[in-house]
């Protein structure tokens, strides 16, 4: 029978943390002095102490142990416990991967380009939504500014004369490649609604697709300078060792037809998954 500080040493677990676990039943002492109130525990206990310890390790809380260790609990549910932690210690991982995976592409991106970027690349959900649209090809980069001024003026005149209600800000979809093609780009400028309203020949009233992963970033100012923000996103996922699944959006939070463009706010989103 020792002491509880040589038992302590023999355990390689602290006085404090034996204390603990007789406080809360975990790993009671075999016998307390009733004049010193001196802890004594034998040698036979260590055995339940390393269980603790290696279920703690696992990543179990102390109550959980306690459970574990319980002689009462059936070996189902002793399983279930255990697959459960698996799981978590799963997603976990999985999560510690893709932190690694931004880490590195941000220091990649600093060696790149020599300086932090001042576009920041974070992934996100985007949740579905109603839109009312219209889908066309833009022949070249001079007509690009005007053609969806045409197109949003058109799309926002409809979805007002059906009675339908703004449920957001306006958006576009690039639907070519993502490196966005000098000529005959196809573009798709969206309104979202709350409820639905009649098509048209020329415009399309549906659910555009909840996005589960997307990276996203934000650009203030002039549309002039938009692409930096693209490149910025495309590199950052090239790095991540991810790829582009899907049309490329531009969501703008700011934005007034005759305001300062230094005002604009615009948020870039691509759709990724995993290589």
């Known amino acids: 029978m020792f002491k509880i500080g ?9 006085i404090k943390t034996l204390r603990h676990y007789d406080e809360i039943g975990l790993l009671k002492p075999i016998h307390v002095d009733e004049e010193s109130g001196y802890r004594h525990y034998a040698l036979e206990q260590l055995p339940r102490l390393n269980r603790i310890l290696a279920l703690k390790d696992l990543g179990f809380s102390l109550e959980q142990i306690g459970t574990l260790l319980s002689r009462d609990v059936p070996p189902e549910r002793l399983r279930a416990m255990l697959a459960k932690k698996q799981d978590e210690l799963r997603r ?11 880490v590195e592409a941000r220091l990649t991106q600093i060696e790149q380009e020599g300086f932090m970027s001042d576009y920041d690349v974070i992934v996100k959900s985007v949740p579905a939504q109603r839109v009312a649209s219209i889908r066309e090809t833009i022949p070249n980069w001079e007509q690009v500014t005007p053609t ?10 409809y979805a007002v004369q059906n ?6 800000p ?6 070519d490649d993502p490196e966005m093609r000098p000529q005959d780009m196809n573009v798709e400028a969206c309104v979202p609604i709350q409820e639905p309203i009649q098509a048209s020949d020329r415009v399309q009233v549906y659910e555009l697709p909840g996005v589960a992963a997307a990276a996203c970033t934000v650009h203030h100012g002039t549309f002039d300078t ?11 996922v090239e790095a991540s060792g991810c790829r582009i699944a899907g049309p490329g959006r531009e969501v703008y939070l700011q934005y007034e037809r005759d305001g300062d463009p230094a005002d604009y706010v615009t948020e870039i989103q691509y759709p990724v998954e995993k290589v």
């Not at 976990?92 to 931004?102: G, I, M």
């Not at 009675?163 to 957001?168: E, F, H, S, Y």
């Not at 938009?226 to 950052?236: G, L």
């Open 6 to 14: 040589v038992f302590a040493q023999v355990s390689r677990v602290s």
């Open 163 to 168: 009675g339908a209600k703004i449920a957001g």
């Open 148 to 157: 969806f001024n045409r197109l949003f003026d058109e799309v926002f005149g």
């Open 170 to 175: 306006a958006l576009d979809l690039w639907h």
């Open 92 to 102: 976990q991982v999985q999560d510690e991967t893709a932190r690694l995976a931004r």
């Open 226 to 236: 938009i692409s930096n923000a693209h490149q910025a996103v495309i590199r950052w």
